[in-house]
């Protein structure tokens, strides 16, 4: 009877622990189902322009940044339940780069290092 017990109760955890692991599974598919890549244009110049591009995403909740100075286009990687293309754009916007769709403000811009100064649409 001990034995039976035992064995009984071994079987329980196992089952148990397994449905523990299928659920964490299936949040973990949810997550990487969650997050969202999207390409937009941002205005700048140089490597100065690139890392203070990429961080300002980043800092907005982007899980990864990759901005062209050439083409001008920012990839951006984020999840859409914590923030979204237009919260990113604002915030480059906040720290002097204009987007299609936000224009930074000219205090902030001027204060931009002069090589960071791009040309902007009037």
Not at 68 to 77: E, F, G, P, W
Not at 101 to 119: F, G, I, N, Q, S
Request: charged share 30%.
């Amino acid at each position: 009877m001990k034995t039976f017990s035992l064995l009984l109760t071994v079987m329980i955890a196992a089952a148990i622990s397994q449905s523990t692991f299928a659920q964490k599974n299936d949040q973990n598919t949810v997550k990487t189902i969650a997050s969202k890549t999207e390409s937009f244009k941002v205005f700048g110049n140089c490597e100065l322009c690139q890392t203070r591009i990429e961080n300002a995403v980043k800092e907005e909740g982007a899980s990864s940044a990759s901005w062209d100075k050439d083409t001008k286009m920012l990839t951006v990687t984020y999840d859409p339940s914590k923030t979204s293309r237009d919260k990113l754009s604002k915030k480059l916007a906040s720290v002097g780069h204009d987007t299609e769709k936000y224009r930074a403000p000219d205090d902030v811009y001027d204060k931009l290092p002069a090589c960071c100064h791009y040309e902007r649409a009037k």
